[in-house]
């Protein structure tokens, strides 16, 4: 079955600087990769998605993505983080059989 | 439009009881599924529906049931609570049509429930 793994649990990143949240995958076939963003008491909220195309993929809030086939990952990324953006964050795969699976979250933490 | 509802916002049980949580789309998704969120897993998929009347298994399915009568509606039921349920609920759609996979899902504001 695909999985995805994010391995840090903490991000810690000042207000204006660049922000990565790491993501790896495993997959049998073509894969289809989401971000998504949970804040305190919320369901989770799309951020973007990878299914073809070009490597580097936009999605809102200013985030954006890069699909790196020879490494099983997808990072994602903001060049100016802001306060705002702290919020937990999932990475998700999807197989061929509409199973959709997430990695542990992220918390990312963006100080003034 | 509505997007995705879920009732109720919180539940406590106790331990044997059963109870239905209640998961509604107004956006005509025929996909529907049902996660549970546990602090350091991230979500698990419990059982999914690619439309009415059809349901599968996801990761963690045991003690749950569902059913898909409606397109809008995907309840899921807890037979005999245990308190190894105890968790955050949430509800997910998209659309699936001709079967593609690649659709965003939307979420629910998610039910909490506590199993004593």
């Known amino acids: 079955a695909q999985s995805v793994a994010q391995p840090e649990d903490q991000v810690n990143v000042a207000e204006g600087n660049p922000l990565t949240v790491k993501c790896t995958y495993s997959v049998s076939g073509n894969p289809y990769l989401f971000w998504y963003v949970q804040y305190p008491n919320r369901g989770l909220q799309f951020l973007l998605k990878?299914?073809?195309?070009?490597?580097l993929v936009k999605g809102s809030y200013g985030f954006e993505a890069e699909f790196n086939k020879s490494q099983t990952s997808f990072h994602l990324k903001k060049p100016s983080a802001l306060v705002s953006d702290s919020a937990l964050y999932f990475c998700?795969?999807?197989?061929?059989?509409?199973?959709?699976?997430f990695g542990a979250g992220t918390r990312l933490t963006v100080k003034p | 439009n509505a997007g995705v509802t879920q009732t109720p916002k919180f539940q406590v049980l106790k331990t044997g009881q059963s109870m239905t949580l209640q998961c509604a789309q107004d956006m005509n998704h025929e996909y529907m599924s049902w996660y549970r969120q546990d602090p350091g897993m991230g979500l698990r998929l419990i059982h999914y529906?690619?439309?009415?009347?059809?349901?599968d298994q996801g990761e963690v399915p045991n003690g749950y049931n569902v059913s898909r009568s409606t397109t809008e509606d995907f309840p899921l039921r807890l037979l005999s609570a245990a308190p190894s349920q105890t968790s955050v609920y949430f509800c997910?759609?998209?659309?699936?049509?001709?079967?593609?996979?690649?659709?965003?899902?939307?979420f629910g504001p998610g039910t909490r429930l506590l199993v004593l």
């Open positions: 990878y299914i073809t195309g070009d490597n």
């Open positions: 997910a759609s998209s659309y699936s049509g001709g079967g593609t996979i690649q659709e965003t899902q939307y």
């Open positions: 529906s690619v439309g009415a009347g059809i349901t």
């Open positions: 998700a795969v999807r197989g061929y059989n509409n199973d959709m699976r």
